[in-house]
């Protein structure tokens, strides 16, 4: 391994272990880590922002193809700086309305579009029992599933009589759920648990080894 | 007039007039449009108007009229009944901990942008917090992952520490900037949760994979805590981790039951509306389907 | 205090070490449990089996450096596989960071074991911002969107590109993705262009997935280290998420264990009557 | 005025959207203006990230020149941004004003290093050092997710037992040894657990979340376009 190779291994296998040892307790080295680790992060989004938008939709579109009307966006953006001096703050707000405009109009349709109309639709399911027991019985699940858990979000009444049963067969799908979730969830921490230590094991290991 | 103190809530009549019309546009635009794609849908040819798309536009403009319909309701001062949402209570007893031990509550409104609606409840439910934090003089701390959110969450923070009548001891620095990246905030919000040790720590908002990250930590710091987010893949870690745990849209139901605010409650019942509506037509959509004629019907809510 | 009490209450550093000696230990001393296959696996395995030799197929690398540890024994695995029936690999990303450099590293590595020459068994297209315009966009030309490879050289200068223009002469697409990319290859290519697509994701993102494996959207589904251990024995070939699978089995038994323990204390403590709260 | 040009701003701009759904691109005016605005809508996006970057720099200055406690660690953090950023924002060839001053300098080989390309200081950072910290983080979870898992799925109830052996068999499912178990009870056991399970009662679930959040969601992005949702402007 050449001496760069070695340095890489050592820094990364530092950094992990000062983040590591915060489950032992709060230490200068994690605190480090933890520091380095939110400049680093402000700094990734300087160089996204800079070359992915500034660059190659500002300022390249802009000379190179002659769009000039992009000098609009690019004062708005730059007027969201007005924030950081008191009296002028308030110009800010025209560009964040636009950001905010723009999400809210795509949104209303996409939401409305995308999800509830195909969503609703799926869920109008055959329950003939013509279709065979699994997958009559599956379809029963799904739409007393769905129709429950909309159920349990429902605010405007008391949870009693017809509804407060309805809602409870909800909060229990809605547990099943959950738990399928956290066993999921718990299967991919674990594995990137495991690719640290085999960091940690085989590569900074060999590496003291090597070393050694 | 416009009250500088009170905020965003209090319009003056220009404004009121401003929205009005607005409203009283966009519903014109809506109808106007549909009036001429079913015009243009019998004409046949292809239009500027995309015709497949009517069924989406029908259902746009229900769904604006029965949000508008109940927020002007709301507003009038109709009294709107939402029921009680269990663990809310829970809120306030926290908070009377935190002060009893004289430790800080720490509140954090999700670690989305403002553009999110969760970030948007978790920043009203915030202002209810600060009010009663104001009331017992608990220190505060609210760590915020945007600009945008910090610029949000300082008002609605010094707004709820002039209306108890504790302007004096508001201090900027309660919400405060940490960190733009996920991990990197959440990592310093660890840090802060281990040295200040917080009796309460209150997470209302958009929350991903650090859900439990901070859950577990302020377990470990022996804090109170209690949650509440719309993310269904977080919201295990969290029943998991915290006391309670508002799950989905109770964060947005306690938002508008905690503020007692006319537009947020008036979003509630619409939606609400909605819902049943949605319901009956799957209802209606499954016993076609059964008979064997749902093909029809679900074609009304297909789309391109 | 009783047993069971101070069982509750046992300091949570414990739980911490338990948890790493159940991971280091089976790295140490291997055991290899034998891994089950999914019919998703299979059927993705199948789908790349039955294509032609030497067809030309994508490979994409959509994940960050965070994920490697689920991801990237996926893409060895299918390099693997798709060298040896000596297809035609085409690697892109849509993902900015490390993507690129993985894409490079991984490839070649694999290119050397199978004697495989840059340009003419394979090509790495690299990264393109703004991957809704990429993905529509090579449905027209790949070359519009992609008018160099990685590396800078002209798509013309490299013989494998000369056979392809879009999608249509794509046989398949095996996107490894540990983000919401793969909906789009869903949505946009495969609902608009036809060619079928497989899938290896996160296991965070694998319940979505299911789906769209019904739907028969996609053809195949990998879902975390668990789908890669799969593949890699499908492919016979051991790499790290097999090893992996042992580590993995030992830290859920010990998670379950401590559900139980945590149960039995809970009703133990609460039937003495002194703590039912938690 | 400070409140009601944001206003129409923001109802502009969402219009353009709505409107632009139900048109045909090619046969209308607008179509092509929607495109552009969401265009713009990206690059004035991007700049509010760098928004956040610049409070963290005054954040961390201020408490750097105060020599306030622990000044060191904010020190460090500045430091770690401007590492990260200014190699990036460095253009790579000497084909602009600045590129061209700064070539004549130093050699023209070095241009890799730059901007945010494979070989670059900025790439190296992040695939180095910032990756490995975001990875161990996530990694953390498994030892948390463990003692979430002991003290907390406890069976107080109907709710919690249903979470808590629901995940249990899915984590048993997930590996070798737990499905040649499950198998004991029957062959098809890990087949019903996806295709019940995961198929049917998670997707159902997911289906009327969904449904619920996209209502929340389309109706505050009602509010907002028109006016009555003004959170997100601040203070004034």
């Known amino acids: 391994m050449t001496f760069f190779a070695q340095f890489q291994i050592w820094l990364g296998a530092f950094l992990v272990l000062a983040l590591f040892s915060f489950l032992y307790k709060d230490n200068p080295f994690y605190k480090l880590a933890e520091h380095v680790y939110a400049g680093l992060s402000a700094g990734y989004y300087v160089g996204l922002v800079w070359q992915s938008v500034i660059i190659q939709q500002l300022v390249d579109p802009m000379f190179d193809d002659g769009q000039w009307w992009l000098i609009f966006p690019g004062l708005l953006g730059t007027l969201m700086f007005a924030r950081f001096f008191a009296k002028w703050s308030w110009v800010s707000r025209i560009s964040l309305a636009f950001v905010m405009g723009n999400t809210a109009g795509v949104f209303l349709i996409s939401q409305l579009h995308g999800l509830i109309l195909p969503q609703t639709m799926s869920t109008m399911l055959s329950l003939n029992p013509k279709n065979g027991f699994a997958a009559t019985l599956l379809a029963l699940v799904t739409v007393v599933g769905v129709i429950s858990t909309l159920i349990y979000f429902y605010f405007s009444k008391e949870h009693i009589g017809v509804l407060g049963g309805t809602a409870r067969v909800g909060i229990w799908f809605i547990m099943i759920s959950f738990g399928a979730h956290f066993g999921y969830t718990v299967m991919a921490r674990i594995s990137l648990l495991i690719g640290q230590v085999q960091f940690l094991l085989f590569d900074w290991g060999g590496s003291i080894k090597q070393i050694f | 007039m416009f009250d500088k103190k009170f905020g965003k809530r209090y319009f003056d009549d220009v404004e009121i007039n401003l929205k009005g019309i607005i409203q009283i546009t966009t ?18 040819e292809s239009s500027i108007f995309r015709a497949e798309r009517t069924s989406v536009l029908i259902f746009a403009v229900i769904f604006s009229i029965v949000i508008l319909v109940y927020t002007r309701m709301a507003k009038q001062g109709k009294k709107l009944f939402v029921r009680k949402i269990a663990g809310l209570d829970a809120v306030e007893e926290a908070v009377g901990r935190a002060t009893e031990m004289g430790k800080p509550v720490l509140f954090i409104p999700g670690i989305s942008e403002i553009d999110e609606i969760e970030t948007i409840a978790g920043i009203s439910i915030l202002g209810r917090v600060a009010k009663i934090t104001a009331q017992y003089e608990t220190p505060l701390i609210v760590p915020v992952r945007y600009p945008m959110v910090l610029a949000a969450g300082q008002e609605v923070v010094e707004q709820a520490y002039t209306e108890a009548g504790k302007r004096d001891t508001y201090n900027k620095d309660m919400v405060r900037y940490v960190a733009g990246e996920q991990f990197a905030y959440t990592a310093t919000v660890n840090g802060m949760m281990m040295r200040d040790r917080p009796a309460a720590n209150i997470y209302m908002g958009a929350f991903f994979a ?54 947020l409650l008036g979003g509630l019942k619409g939606q609400d509306f909605i819902k049943i509506i949605l319901v009956a037509l799957m209802i209606v959509g499954i016993v076609l389907s059964t008979v064997g004629h749902g093909e029809a019907f679900k074609a009304l809510f297909k789309s391109v | 205090m009783s047993f069971w009490e101070k069982v509750s209450n046992i300091d949570r550093r414990w739980i911490y070490f338990l948890v790493a000696v159940s991971v280091v230990f089976p790295m140490l001393v291997v055991i290899k449990f034998p891994i089950g296959i999914t019919p998703e696996a299979k059927q993705l395995y199948d789908a790349v089996e039955a294509l032609p030799d030497s067809s030309i197929v994508f490979l994409t690398f959509d994940y960050y450096p965070s994920t490697l540890a689920e991801t990237e024994p996926i893409s060895i695995a299918a390099l693997n596989q798709m060298f040896r029936k000596n297809m035609k690999i085409i690697t892109m990303t849509t993902v900015p960071l490390g993507g690129p450099s993985i894409a490079e590293r991984v490839t070649r ?22 991957y809704v315009a990429v993905l529509k966009g090579m449905g027209s030309s790949i070359e519009s969107i992609y008018p160099a490879d990685n590396a800078g050289t002209p798509l013309k200068d490299l013989p494998l590109m000369s056979k392809v223009r879009n999608y249509n002469d794509v046989k398949f697409i095996f996107v490894v993705a540990d983000n919401g990319i793969v909906d789009y290859w869903i949505s946009i290519v495969n609902a608009q262009y036809g060619t079928p697509v497989g899938a290896g994701v996160t296991a965070v993102m694998a319940p979505k997935m299911y789906s769209f494996v019904e739907a028969k959207q996609l053809t195949g589904l990998l879902g975390g280290m668990k789908g890669a251990a799969e593949y890699e024995r499908l492919v ?5 998420a097999t090893r992996g699978m042992d580590a993995q089995s030992m830290v859920h038994l010990l998670i379950i264990f401590f559900v139980i323990v945590g149960n039995i204390g809970y009703f133990a403590t609460r039937k003495s009557g002194r703590s039912g709260q938690v | 005025m400070k409140t009601t040009l944001p206003v129409i701003v923001a109802f502009l701009s969402g219009l353009i959207m709505v409107v632009g759904f139900f048109l045909n ?12 605005v969401l265009r713009w809508g990206t690059i004035v996006g991007g700049f509010t990230l760098l928004l956040g970057v610049v409070s963290l720099v005054r954040v961390n200055s201020r408490t750097v020149s105060q020599k306030k406690q622990g000044w060191i660690f904010n020190l460090i953090t500045l430091i770690s941004v401007f590492a990260m950023a200014i190699p990036s924002m460095i253009p790579l060839s000497s084909k602009s004003a600045i590129g061209s001053v700064l070539y004549s300098i130093i050699p023209a080989s070095w241009g890799g290093l730059f901007g945010t390309g494979p070989d670059s200081i900025y790439d190296w950072m992040f695939n180095y050092l910032e990756s490995p910290m975001m990875a161990t983080m996530f990694a953390m979870l498994a030892f948390y997710i463990a003692s979430a898992a002991y003290r907390a799925f406890r069976a107080r109830n109907t709710e919690a037992t249903l979470l808590l052996l629901t995940a249990v068999l899915v984590m048993l499912w997930r590996i070798p040894m737990g499905e040649a178990f499950l198998r004991l009870f029957g062959d098809n056991v890990p087949q019903y657990i996806n295709s019940f399970v995961m198929n049917g009662v998670n997707m159902a679930v997911q289906r009327g979340i969904i449904i619920g959040a996209a209502l929340g969601a389309a109706s505050m992005s009602l509010r907002i376009m028109l006016g009555i949702e003004r959170t997100y402007m601040g203070k004034g």
Do not use: W
């Not at chain 2, 719309?230 to 295990?236: F, S, T, V």
């Open chain 4, 25 to 36: 691109p090619e046969k209308s005016f607008l179509g092509n203006v929607e495109e552009e």
């Open chain 3, 109 to 130: 590595k694999l290119a050397n074991k199978y004697n495989k020459v840059y340009g003419i068994d394979f090509v790495n297209l690299g990264y393109k911002a703004n």
């Open chain 3, 236 to 240: 016979n070939h051991e790499g790290t």
């Open chain 2, 210 to 263: 650090e859900s439990l990250l901070l859950a577990e930590t302020g377990n470990a710091a022996g804090s109170i805590q209690i949650a509440g987010t719309a993310r269904p893949e977080q919201l295990p870690f969290f029943i998991a981790a915290c006391d309670y745990t508002l799950m989905g849209e109770e964060l947005y139901a306690a938002s508008s039951y905690l503020s007692h605010e006319p537009l």
């Open chain 2, 27 to 44: 519903l014109t635009i809506l109808f106007l449009a549909l009036i001429a794609i079913s015009a243009s849908a019998q004409s046949g």
